[in-house]
């Protein structure tokens, strides 16, 4: 069973086709980059996988179950956002809990779950601050606490590291394999950097125009490139 299946999924914006005939199952636990060029319709893609963006044509299956139709709050995956999107006057421990709140947990309930994962992220003794007295790579482990105390069935990102300066970008990554490793959990993540990719995927996923190229591991796409683009975006040996 497919933790995530798209089937068919296809975006138009008028008549103009952004995502087309899109077929990839992602399974549970997995590390599936979505690679690609700019405006080749990875947030697009993504957007729909979360319930922002309607689809044109097909279907989205989460566990099995058709959500092609689900508002995004009723879907078993979370978004964690590019731009941070924390609340400015709420304290890092009330941002993390806000969605158990949210969905009536008890004070009790909140505040164990929230100190747990804090300490896993290396949050604790930021959880009285607010957002802008954090770094941004601080700021940007809020936004994902915020997303595991909701426990999804998969993690949805798009260019999470885009805003942070090289040094911390390298070190986010590592943190981020290292966290999708002890979570267990399933990571949809969207970059246009083939180094990200080729260093984090279990399985990349290679959009071109709207349309996978080529979906495998780092080492098949690299090695064994189906299409010129692929071997020039990954830029494979001739
Ligand atoms: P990526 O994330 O790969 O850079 P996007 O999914 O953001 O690509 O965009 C894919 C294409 O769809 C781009 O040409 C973009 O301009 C267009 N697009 C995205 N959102 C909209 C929209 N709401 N209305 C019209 N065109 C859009
Ligand atoms: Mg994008």
Redesign the pocket.
């Known amino acids: 069973m497919a933790r995530i299946r798209l089937d068919g999924v296809s975006k138009r914006f008028g008549t103009t086709p952004v995502v087309q005939d899109v077929n990839l199952d992602i399974a549970d636990g997995e590390f599936l980059v979505l690679l690609g060029p ?2 080749c319709g ?3 893609l ?1 957007r729909m996988i979360a319930g922002l963006e309607s689809l044109s044509a097909g279907r989205i299956l989460l566990d099995d179950l058709d959500v092609t139709a689900t508002p995004p709050r009723q879907r078993d995956v979370a978004m964690v956002f ?1 731009s941070y999107a924390l609340y400015p006057h709420l304290t890092v421990a009330k941002n993390i809990g806000f969605p158990l709140r949210a969905r009536g947990r008890s004070r009790e309930q909140i505040r164990n779950k929230v100190t747990a994962v804090a300490a896993a992220l290396g949050l604790v003794e930021h959880l009285d601050r607010r957002p802008a007295a954090l770094s941004g790579g601080q700021r940007q482990r809020v936004a994902l606490a915020r997303a595991i105390v909701r426990e999804p069935g998969a993690f949805l990102m ?2 999470p590291l885009s805003n942070l300066d090289a040094a911390l970008r390298s070190a986010t990554r590592t943190e981020l394999t290292d966290l999708h490793r002890r979570l267990g959990a399933t990571f949809l993540y ?1 970059t ?1 950097d083939q180094v990200e990719a080729m260093t984090m995927a279990s399985r990349i996923a290679l959009l071109n125009r709207g349309r996978i190229e080529q979906v495998g591991t780092p080492s098949e796409l690299y090695d064994a490139p189906r299409s010129t683009f692929v071997a020039a975006f990954l830029g494979s040996p001739p």
Request: proline share 0%.
């Open positions: 700019s405006g990875k947030s697009t993504l590019q798009d260019e969207v246009h």
